[in-house]
Every structure is written in structure tokens, then in C-alpha cells.
């Protein structure tokens, strides 16, 4: 479940970057310069409050998203906090071990 909302997250996040990426700083919508450009195919304003609903839209359904994912997340930390904490696994853990290192003689003594 985590995994399909964490899908939609990413593509909602995609989609409102695209989205506040075309609106013009000043407001005036697509950035393509005057509605005439596009043929007239809406005017500058509603593609202005199109814009706008659409980046609201998309900013609840972030929100949302962000929040359900953190709440379904907070209890799997477990009581583990550090990666160096956690057993080493894979390659690392199957290495023979070192040959023991021999005693240096001592002195002998008279």
C-alpha cells in the first residue's frame, strides 16, 4: 500500500512541478506570451484560474499525500537508530576468519 501511494506521490509531484513551471510570473498563464498565440484557444484569464486551481488541486492532493505517508511510516522505525547498529550482511559477513598471529618469542631471561 505504502508503495502504490509513494507512485502517486511521485507522479503528483511531477505533474505540479509541470504545472507552477508554465504559469508566467506575472500571471499571465502558459507562458507563451498573449492568448492570441494559441490560437485563442482560451482566453488569459481562464487559463490563469485554470492554472491556479490546478496548482491548488494538485497542492491539497501533495499535502495529503505527504501527511498519509508520514503517519503510515511512524511506527516501522525500529529500535535500531544508527546504521552502524545494524548486523552486517552479504559479502562482508562470510569471510573466513584471520589466521591467528603468533606470539613474539620473549627474551630469555638469566
Same mark, same amino acid.
Not at 492554472?51 to 535500531?80: E, K, Y
Not at 552486517?88 to 562470510?94: D, E, I, K, N, Q
Given at each position: 500500500?505504502?508503495?502504490?501511494?509513494?507512485?502517486?506521490?511521485?507522479?503528483?509531484?511531477?505533474?505540479?512541478?509541470? /504545472? /507552477?513551471?508554465?504559469?508566467?510570473?506575472?500571471?499571465?498563464?502558459?507562458?507563451?506570451?498573449?492568448?492570441?498565440?494559441?490560437?485563442?484557444?482560451?482566453?488569459?484569464?481562464?487559463? +490563469?484560474?485554470?492554472?491556479?486551481?490546478?496548482?491548488?488541486?494538485?497542492?491539497?492532493?501533495?499535502?495529503?499525500?505527504?501527511?498519509?505517508?508520514?503517519?503510515?511510516?511512524?511506527?516501522?522505525?525500529?529500535?535500531?537508530?544508527?546504521?552502524?547498529?545494524? &548486523? /552486517?550482511?552479504?559479502?562482508?559477513?562470510?569471510?573466513? &576468519?584471520? &589466521? +591467528? /598471529?603468533?606470539?613474539? &618469542?620473549? +627474551?630469555?631471561?638469566?
Amino acid at each position: 500500500m505504502a508503495t502504490v501511494l509513494l507512485i502517486i506521490h511521485l507522479f503528483v509531484t511531477l505533474a505540479l512541478i509541470g /504545472v /507552477v513551471l508554465i504559469q508566467r510570473s506575472e500571471g499571465g498563464g502558459l507562458g507563451i506570451g498573449t492568448s492570441q498565440g494559441m490560437g485563442s484557444f482560451m482566453s488569459g484569464r481562464s487559463t +490563469a484560474n485554470l492554472l491556479t486551481r490546478a496548482t491548488a488541486i494538485l497542492a491539497t492532493v501533495f499535502f495529503a499525500l505527504s501527511l498519509t505517508l508520514a503517519l503510515m511510516n511512524r511506527g516501522t522505525m525500529g529500535t535500531s537508530r544508527s546504521i552502524l547498529d545494524t &548486523p /552486517v550482511s552479504g559479502p562482508a559477513s562470510t569471510l573466513p &576468519p584471520l &589466521p +591467528a /598471529v603468533p606470539a613474539a &618469542p620473549s +627474551a630469555p631471561t638469566n
